[in-house]
């Protein structure tokens, strides 16, 4: 009765594989279907952990969820701190002043894209140009910029020599002579910075991918042009270029020593 039983089920197995061959074809005996034919008859009889594993169990409690929400169309950021799997809701804290929300766990959505994560960048100029389809601020393009994952320094560029930023700014600035460039520039071309368009950020936020960064880099032509005198070709010395292993004094005789020469 067993053997009739299993048997019928590996016909009905065979008959949705090939409907039109086996559909009066005699089937063996159970003895005589192969041992592989067996194995896979008994995984697709078998429901997998898998199709059984409920929504819930894929969240956790102090994990960062996105959601959106009937209301709000627009994809929101929160933390999951409460989970009530019969009743299919999970509460999510938005801010630290705005009380928790209910959301429905339909509602949760994989959290975006951040092509500009780990990126820091410094803005400098007025973004905002003739003939640009999208007039871009600064503030805009620093809340673009948040959004993708990265962050905006508003301070003091001389304090982070020895970081890598990149620097977004119109090419109208770069084109001015030296003299009349803001301090920001000269001090980020003195370190070595990449200077770029703000078409990167709109291009990362429009296709949701890092962008290749040759193909926003600036012309530099007007200031690698400056003279030999001019102020965006003295060399600047971060802290971990002056002092080796801590020796500070060292370090200082040697700025002092490039001074001079410099001077000369």
Known sequence: MENQHTRDEF???????????????????????????RVQLNQTNTPSSQDNKTDHQAFRRGQTVVFV???NREPTKGMLINLTPRKKHVTIATTSKD?????????????PPLPLKDQTFVISGSLVERGDKEKLTTEKVTFIIEKLGSKVCTGDVQKAADASFVVITPQK?????????????????????QFVSKTKVIEARDSNIIPSMSNHLLDLTAIRNAPDTDVVRIKFFSKSAMI?????????????????????
């Open 99 to 111: 009380r928790p929300v209910i959301v429905p766990l339909n509602c949760l959505r994989e959290p």
């Open 11 to 37: 016909q009905n197995f065979l008959r949705k594989c090939s409907p039109s061959v086996l559909a009066d074809t005699d089937i063996p005996p159970i003895d005589d279907i192969p041992e592989q034919a």
């Open 244 to 264: 080796n292993n801590h020796q500070t004094v060292r370090g200082h005789r040697e700025l002092k020593k490039q001074l001079r020469i410099d001077s000369n």
């Open 69 to 71: 929400t009937d209301e």
């Open 173 to 193: 600035e770069l084109n001015k002579a030296t003299h009349k460039v803001n301090k920001t520039l000269i001090m980020a071309y003195r370190l070595g910075w």
